[in-house]
């Protein structure tokens, strides 16, 4: 695969694709996370996406957005501190060779202040609270905190002179309002890789999500809880859009190992070996691969991804 297509792979939508290649000899990525709750699966597609661009040659930093968490009401400074630390340790067991950088660490100055006032001066709350859909806690009574965070997220991307931003789609209302208003701070053109979100394991209408224990596979759910979650996810013949598996497939494990083996026994037809996600799919399709048998090979497959950053966090 040529370094583009690898930057380019299991996107559900890029801005500006066309200037992928001229950024791919000084450009930075980064993708922020705030911190709180457990570092999950659909952390971990970011995550690879970040090893993507690093393989490509890219430099990547990761941003521990500790300001936004709090901003948008996960808990006090005590809680979110704590987070940090968690996360900060998670992130280095990935082995992904990242600058790790916390947001405090560069928001507090004036010219940060200043060009979020510029930004402000521009934008109708109605778009700000828009922007914030899919991401803020207790969207019906947003506070002004919720408003203030989407302009943080613009402005962080300036200040960190990134020219690759990665996220989940559900940061997409967000990044354009930065690409509509960008001119007013300055703001240098980037390419925005979007990953697809991982819907909850619990089945369509919701999210992986760090508040929702059940709909999650974290890293570090132990082998047996893992074993235990996927044998009770969702997980539809003939659904194949709303199918957590076959997603944790496509963005996870195909894009670690390039293959997925699923044991079988002989009297019911013998192993399986998919060298591509596309075969997978389709033999779920068909009926020729049973839902037992792909949660079987999921499973085993996210214990071998898994058990060396559950090691590493200890
Ligand atoms: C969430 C959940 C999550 C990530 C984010 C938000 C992203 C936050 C963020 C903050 C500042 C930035 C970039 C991203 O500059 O997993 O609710």
Redesign the pocket.
């Known amino acids: 695969m040529s370094k583009e297509d690898l930057i380019k792979r299991n996107c559900a939508e890029i801005i500006n694709e066309g200037k992928i290649k001229g950024f791919m000899k000084r450009g930075f990525a ?5 911190c709180s709750g457990e570092i999950h699966l ?2 971990l597609v970011t995550i690879l996406k970040l090893l993507d661009l690093q393989k490509a040659g890219i430099k990547v930093k990761v ?1 521990l ?1 500790d300001w ?1 968490t709090w901003l ?1 009401q996960k808990g006090d400074w005590k809680f979110v501190n704590t987070q940090v630390n968690h996360w900060e340790k998670g992130f280095k067991a990935f082995g992904l060779k990242t600058e790790i950088i916390k ?1 405090t660490s560069f928001q507090k100055k004036p010219d940060y202040f200043e060009d979020i006032l510029k930004l402000a001066l521009k934008l109708t709350v109605n778009r700000g609270v828009r922007a914030m859909q899919e ?1 803020a806690r207790n969207i019906e009574n947003a506070k002004i905190s919720q408003i203030i ?1 989407p302009l ?2 613009i402005e ?2 300036k200040k960190l002179g990134i020219n690759f931003v990665v ?2 789609l ?2 997409r209302k967000i990044y354009a309002l930065g690409i509509d208003q960008g001119k007013e701070i300055g703001l240098q053109e980037c390419v925005y890789l979007f990953t697809p979100i991982i819907p909850s394991l619990k089945g369509p209408g919701s999210k992986m999500s ?1 508040s929702d224990e059940s709909s999650l596979i974290s890293i570090r759910d132990s082998k047996e809880v893992i074993k235990k979650k996927i044998k009770k996810a969702y997980c539809k013949k003939g659904d194949k859009e709303n199918n957590p598996l076959l997603l944790i497939a496509k963005l996870i494990i195909f894009s670690k190992f390039g293959k997925l083996d699923v044991k079988r026994d002989d009297k019911f037809g013998g192993n399986l070996n998919f060298d591509s996600y596309e075969k997978l799919e389709k033999a779920f399709e068909s009926g020729k691969l049973h839902s037992a048998d792909l949660k079987q090979g999921v499973a085993g497959a996210l214990e071998k991804i898994i058990a060396p950053i559950r090691m590493g966090w200890k």
């Open positions: 980064y993708c922020g996370y705030e659909g952390h941003l957005a936004h948008n947001g991401v965070y943080m997220q962080d991307v996220g989940g559900d940061q760090s």
